[in-house]
């Protein structure tokens, strides 16, 4: 592929930041709200945000199906917390009765939103993260751990004893936001997969 087209959906969170990271990791970057913008991407960013509303949202939008059938099909994506938590296949406190944030089950992991924040609402540390080169500031925000973590996927941080970073193939998920931080790896590790 030469130059890699992602999209960030962009119902809430951390669009603009995701968008400039991405471009600075050397992909063409574009929105993604419709049906048509998801037809035009090779790749995905799920940005944080609140799970529940992002699957209500998605369900209004009519972009909740197809955007599972495109990750069935394999389309890569990345997502941040809130995303971590759609990208899963499955969603221990997934939120009030009618207003569960639905597993897009992309990755083959069991997480459990606001798990970190039961404990302090939001907190930051350096983590060692696979495959990158020195520690990772990673900000957590009422942020999801991984209780359960499937064959085929491999663990790339942990925070406080929990896992919080993973990979599937081309799929991979943090609970915390480097888009906040302005270091560019974990976009640029999720740019280059796409090549
Ligand atoms: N607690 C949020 C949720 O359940 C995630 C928080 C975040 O994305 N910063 O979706």
């Known amino acids: 592929m030469s130059t890699?087209?992602?999209?960030?959906?962009?119902?809430?969170?951390?669009?603009?930041?995701?968008?400039?990271?991405?471009?600075e990791a050397g992909a063409e970057v574009s929105t993604v709200r419709r049906l048509s913008e998801l037809e035009r991407v090779d790749a995905l960013v799920i940005p944080g945000g609140e799970s529940t509303t992002m699957s209500h949202l998605l369900r209004e939008l009519e972009l909740l199906e197809?955007?599972?059938?495109?990750?069935?099909?394999?389309m890569p994506a990345y997502g941040s917390c809130a995303g971590m938590i759609l990208l899963a296949s499955e969603i221990l406190d997934a939120g009030a009765a009618g207003r569960e944030a639905t597993p897009l089950k992309?990755?083959?992991?069991?997480?459990?939103?606001?798990?970190?924040?039961?404990?302090?609402?939001?907190f930051e540390g350096d983590i060692a993260f696979d495959g990158l080169d020195g520690p990772v500031h990673a900000v957590f925000i009422r942020a999801p751990w991984v209780e359960r973590v499937g064959p085929g996927v491999q663990v790339l941080g942990e925070a406080a004893g929990h896992v919080v970073a993973v990979r599937q193939g081309r799929m991979l998920a943090t609970a915390f936001h480097p888009e906040m931080t302005g270091d560019r790896r974990i976009h640029k590790l999720f740019v280059d997969l796409l090549s």
């Not at 197809?66 to 394999?74: D, K, T, V, W």
């Open 106 to 122: 992309a990755i083959d992991i069991t997480v459990r939103r606001n798990a970190f924040g039961r404990q302090v609402d939001s």
């Open 4 to 23: 890699p087209h992602v999209g960030v959906l962009a119902l809430q969170g951390d669009t603009r930041e995701h968008l400039a990271a991405l471009r």
């Open 66 to 74: 197809p955007l599972r059938a495109r990750l069935a099909e394999g």
